[in-house]
């Protein structure tokens, strides 16, 4: 059996995949992201940059990798036609809360799947409405630190589930992998989801 690769230090994207089944090796190769962001901005839509994104962290991989199969992932928010990712810092998480609360935004995912020579990528799109928070609610969620190094400055699965009031599309994608989307890249190059599962 071909183990699957995920080449993404998320704990989030790894535990998904456990929950279906699925115990990748992880290995990750580090990207310069905001070259890369910043290469693109203005001359591509979100959806591609988070999948230049994706492309560029399994390319990272692919020449230490220990199996020809791959995937890696890239999730960004995005709002009023900006994408942002991770806040880095508490005054940006801060400020990207209060910007954000009582709207919606779209939680875009790369993923890029390599298969030995074949590649195939595609991108995931999830629309999320954020609670109404009041500047108490902020500054604790911020003061926890998790949402300084998530993409978009929240999560669905942790902390930050409380304040996200609806989501609309595929929930996994949220959490940062589409297991539907990653099942049809899989079909594209001729393997089947539950061949990836470990007993």
Request: glycine share 10%; charged share 20%; hydrophobic share 45%.
């Amino acid at each position: 059996m071909t183990r699957l690769v995920l080449a993404s230090a998320s704990p989030a994207r790894l535990a998904t995949l456990r929950s279906a089944g699925v115990d990748p090796i992880v290995q990750v190769a580090g990207v310069d992201e905001d070259a890369i962001v910043a290469s693109l901005t203005g001359r591509a839509e979100p959806a591609r940059i988070v999948l230049e994104l994706a492309k560029a962290k399994a390319h990272a991989v692919v020449p230490v990798s220990q199996s020809p199969l791959l995937i890696a992932c890239d999730s960004m928010l995005l709002i009023d036609g900006q994408v942002v990712g991770k806040p880095h810092s508490a005054e940006v998480a801060r400020q990207r809360w209060r910007s954000m609360r009582g709207r919606s935004g779209v939680l875009l995912t790369g993923h890029w799947l390599v298969a030995g020579e074949t590649e195939v990528g595609r991108t995931a799109q999830t629309r999320v409405e954020f609670a109404d928070l009041t500047d108490a609610e902020v500054d604790a969620y911020v003061a926890t630190g998790e949402p300084l190094h998530v993409a978009g400055g929240f999560t669905v699965d942790g902390l930050g589930g409380p304040y996200v009031t609806r989501i609309e599309g595929d929930f996994h994608n949220v959490v940062g992998i589409s297991l539907p989307l990653v099942r049809e890249l899989l079909a594209e190059v001729g393997i089947a989801w539950h061949e990836l599962r470990t007993s």
